[in-house]
């Protein structure tokens, strides 16, 4: 009796911590459809031009109400094969993050040129006033780091939050491209 009585109440931990955990998996999978959508209508960018970051949460997203999808079924349904199909994936998850953390601690595997350009293109193509997610979490991180731009105040000169057009031509012969004054973001250090 008090056997049927503990997985009675394990059953139903089971379903109601994996439904919670399915609910923010869901919420992160909105939020990365949101930015993927907003970026795509207030930026006339092509499907091609998103930011990896925002496909990776929506990956993420996705993966995380999936596997909480899995074991919610097995634990309503008693299905030992869905319930399985949870642990293997989890177990597979484990692995590959556990795999990927020893390849970038010992520098198999290097992130920076990733996070480079990713950093890059955020600044020089997609920080403008029509891109409000963009620019709010971009200054947060600008504020909470304490820097200015990728890799220094001089990348916001050739931005489009100041303008720049990278196919614009000039006139002349042995013309150098000049960096005119510019501006840079409130959140960026003021003490240049």
Not at 18 to 42: K, P
Not at 44 to 57: G, K, N, R
Request: hydrophobic share 45%; glycine share 6%; charged share 10%.
């Amino acid at each position: 009796m008090c056997s049927s009585c503990c997985y009675s109440c394990l059953k139903a931990m089971v379903f109601i911590v994996n439904l919670l955990v399915m609910l923010v998996g869901m919420v992160v999978t909105g939020l990365a459809v949101w930015l993927l959508v907003s970026e795509h209508l207030y930026l006339s960018s092509s499907w091609e031009d998103f930011s990896l970051v925002t496909c990776a949460v929506l990956s993420v997203g996705l993966l995380i109400s999936l596997l909480a999808f899995l074991a919610c079924c097995g634990a309503i349904t008693h299905s030992k094969c869905l319930l399985g199909m949870f642990v293997i994936s989890l177990l597979a998850l484990l692995v590959g993050e556990v795999s990927v953390a020893v390849l970038v601690y010992f520098k198999e595997l290097d992130y920076r040129p990733l996070l480079r350009k990713g950093m890059h293109e955020i600044v020089t193509e997609k920080y403008h006033p029509n891109n409000t997610a963009t620019v709010q979490y971009w200054d947060t991180i600008q504020q909470g780091f304490e820097c200015c731009g990728s890799s220094g105040p001089i990348d916001w000169a050739h931005s489009i939050y100041n303008g720049y057009q990278e196919n614009t031509k000039e006139i002349g012969i042995g013309a150098k491209q000049a960096v005119l004054p510019f501006t840079i973001p409130n959140s960026c250090c003021r003490n240049l």
